[in-house]
């Protein structure tokens, strides 16, 4: 079956950094265009950066030059380094085989002093 399981989410400090993992099982990763998406409570939930089976990326204007979405089709995975947080990023985070209904469960990130 497939599964997508998102890691290194946490509370961090305004101005700090962290990297989110997404590993996938049950699908041929390497066949797939992958994003990171999130919801932050009371607001819809948003595309956050897009990365293509050929490496290609686009990010939302609000996290281009601080956010990097990359890939690792040897280990089947899809990370988001984050830096330079803010407040305003605070949100459920969840990775996604594009253009299916593959979804991780999502992990929170809160950036808070």
């Known amino acids: 079956q497939v599964q997508l399981v998102e890691s290194g989410g946490g509370l961090v400090q305004p101005g700090g950094s962290l990297r989110l993992s997404c590993a996938a099982s049950?699908?041929?990763?390497?066949?797939?265009?992958m994003a990171w998406y999130r919801q932050a409570p009371g607001k819809l939930q948003e595309v956050v950066a897009t990365i293509t089976t050929n490496g290609f990326t686009d990010y939302q204007d609000s996290v281009k030059g601080r956010f990097t979405i990359s890939r690792d089709n040897a280990k089947n995975t899809m990370y988001l380094q984050m830096s330079s947080l803010k407040p305003e990023d605070t949100a459920i985070y969840y990775c996604r085989a594009q253009y299916t209904s593959y979804w991780g469960q999502g992990i929170q990130v809160t950036v808070s002093s």
């Open positions: 049950g699908i041929i990763f390497s066949s797939y265009a």
